[in-house]
């Protein structure tokens, strides 16, 4: 365990832990005072390229802790990732963003369906700030619309038999355990 997860792990009881993505910083509301909230590098990085306003600039710096996830968790989210098939519609971020949350053992708050998708296969407890959060996990699955095969691989970028065009289909579902 890193240290930051030892803090995390030691205060959950009396303070709830969150890990934000980018636009639950952007879109902050009024977390709890006694809450701890996390991001990572790659979602600070994010908010200064692309948001730029001194209200998220002022979050990071008076609320934030920054981390990075470690290696063992970011290789099982990215395997949770292909397995559901998300794994093409998750940045870098995102994909370290959950990472963070697993490792932390937070409550991961975020609007992205596809993340909350990996949250739910990973048992990471979720919350969105305006959007319904998804209720079912989704396994996803890559068809082709000339030949009907189901292609091997989830990031596949076309057929591997006629190299035709790919649609994502829905292969099955389960609710998510809350
Ligand atoms: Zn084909």
Known sequence: MTEASDRAAGRKSAAE????????????????ADSIL???PL??????????TERAELF??????????????SE???????????ITRLSPTDLEVL?????????????DYSMQNIAGAAGI????????????YVEWELKCMSCGTVSATKDA???????GKLITRRRKSRPIKS
């Open 17 to 32: 832990v969150f890990v934000l993505d980018t636009s639950a910083i952007y879109n902050a509301t009024d977390y709890p």
């Open 38 to 40: 996390y991001s990572t």
């Open 43 to 52: 979602v600070v990085r994010e908010l200064r390229r692309v948001y730029r």
């Open 60 to 73: 990071v710096q008076s609320r934030l802790r920054i981390t990075e996830p470690g290696r063992a968790s």
């Open 76 to 86: 099982w989210i990215r395997k949770k990732a292909v397995e559901s098939g998300d």
């Open 99 to 111: 990472s963070l949350a697993k490792e932390l053992r937070a409550v991961l708050v975020t609007e």
């Open 125 to 136: 407890e979720f919350r969105s700030l305006y959007l319904p959060p998804i209720k079912d």
């Open 157 to 163: 970028k076309e057929c591997m038999i006629c190299g």
